[in-house]
């Protein structure tokens, strides 16, 4: 089993920014394959962005791209999600979810492990 637990969340203007931390317990870390879903209500889960288990291999929506900046510390056990540039639109539940294999990075319900998410809310 992989325990995760998200922090960071919060209500900032538009423009601002945040920055979210999923730090993981229990199961090996550092081979999995982490990703941030987001999912705000009445609304399927939406890919965020990932990165591979080493950190060299990362993804974003377009929604996203530019803005958001995913990382990881595998000493540390923690994924990190860089937000700049904040919109009302990225108003949500942040998700961080992992999983052990490389493929379908995109897809919320390929992931086997799931934190219990944190709220960002972008004010206009």
């Known amino acids: 089993q992989l325990q995760l637990v998200e922090s960071g969340g919060g209500l900032v203007q538009a423009g601002g920014s945040l920055r979210l931390s999923c730090t993981a317990s229990g199961r090996t870390f550092s081979s999995a394959v982490l990703a941030w879903f987001r999912q705000v209500p009445g609304k399927e889960r939406e890919f965020v962005a990932s990165?591979?288990?080493?950190?060299?291999?990362?993804s974003y929506a377009d929604s996203v791209e530019g803005r958001f900046t995913i990382s990881r510390d595998n000493t540390k056990n923690t994924m990190y999600v860089q937000m700049n540039g904040l919109k009302p639109e990225d108003t949500a539940v942040y998700y961080c979810?992992?999983?052990?294999?490389?493929?379908?990075?995109?897809?919320?319900?390929?992931?086997?492990?799931w934190g219990q998410g944190t709220q960002v809310t972008v004010s206009s």
């Open positions: 979810a992992a999983k052990y294999s490389f493929s379908l990075l995109k897809t919320w319900n390929t992931y086997n492990y």
């Open positions: 990165i591979s288990w080493s950190g060299g291999g990362t």
